[in-house]
Structure formats: structure tokens, C-alpha cells
């Protein structure tokens, strides 16, 4: 009788190890992920042009001079970027214009908490960024654009 309790009390530390070293493995593997997730905010279209944004690539070349509230996050294992922005009216048109609508788009990977979780369903305009393997989605009620990398 007292060889099965010690036996199961050393399969119960046996267990208890392999679950801390399963959540350390996670732990680790989340970690790395941050690390490789990077985000910015900026008031607005002079903040972004005066860090430089535009032109390491997390920011598109395309984003108006009226923007506001610019807000970013991107993984540089992945080359996955979520963007969105405010925007003056009369840059509609220009954002509008520059791609083809599409209504076939693959979704980001990314999130992000000022990202919206029913984009599809409350954006009505989308444009697929040739060349670039990107997506723009213009809500032209609140005048905000969201740009994805997927």
C-alpha cells in the first residue's frame, strides 16, 4: 500500500513538470511573437513624414496629408501591417481611385484593439493595392481608412 501512494506522488511531480515546462514553452513562443510586433501612433500626417514611417515601408506612400490619428502595427517576421487613419473628405476621391474596388479580400492576420472586428461588415468600400498584397477598406461616413497587409 505505501509503494502506490509514493508511486503516484511521483507521477503526479512527473505531470506537474511537464505541464511548467509546456507553459514555458508557450510562454516562450508568445514572447517571440511580441517581440516581432511592433506599433506606433501618430497625431498626424507631419508626425508620420517626420519619423520616417513612409519610407521603411509601415506606412503607405499613399496616405493623404490630411490624415489624422494615425495608427500602426506590423510583424517583420511576417510582413503582416495593420494601418488605419482619418482623413479630410476632400481626399476621398484620391483614395478611392487609386485601386480597384474589390469585394474579394483575405482578411488580416494581425489585430489590434482600434482594429474593428466586423471590418467587412461596416466598411462598404474595398480596394485591392496591386503590386503591393495589400487591402484598402474606406468607411466614407466617418472618413477613416484601414490599410492591411494580410
Known amino acids: 500500500m505505501r509503494g502506490t501512494i509514493k ?8 505531470k506537474r513538470a511537464y505541464v511548467i515546462v509546456l507553459l514555458i514553452a508557450a510562454a516562450l513562443i508568445a514572447a517571440c511573437s511580441l517581440i516581432d510586433t511592433q506599433s ?3 497625431a498626424d500626417y507631419g508626425a508620420v513624414e517626420a519619423t520616417g514611417a513612409i519610407g521603411r515601408g509601415w506606412i503607405p506612400a ?4 490630411s490624415a489624422t490619428v494615425v495608427r500602426e502595427k506590423h510583424n517583420l517576421d511576417t510582413n503582416t501591417e495593420l494601418v488605419r487613419f482619418d482623413f479630410d473628405a476632400r481626399d476621398l476621391g484620391t483614395l478611392t481611385q487609386a485601386s480597384p474596388p474589390t469585394q474579394d479580400i483575405v482578411p488580416p492576420t494581425l489585430n489590434a ?3 474593428p472586428d466586423d471590418l467587412q461588415d461596416s466598411v462598404g468600400a474595398f480596394f485591392r493595392c496591386e503590386g ?3 487591402y484598402l477598406a474606406v468607411d466614407a461616413t466617418n472618413m477613416r481608412a484601414y490599410f492591411w497587409r494580410p
Open 7 to 14: 508511486e503516484n506522488t511521483e507521477e503526479q511531480k512527473m
Open 62 to 65: 499613399f496616405l493623404p496629408e
Open 113 to 115: 484593439n482600434w482594429w
Open 132 to 134: 503591393a498584397g495589400a
Open 40 to 42: 506606433a501612433s501618430y
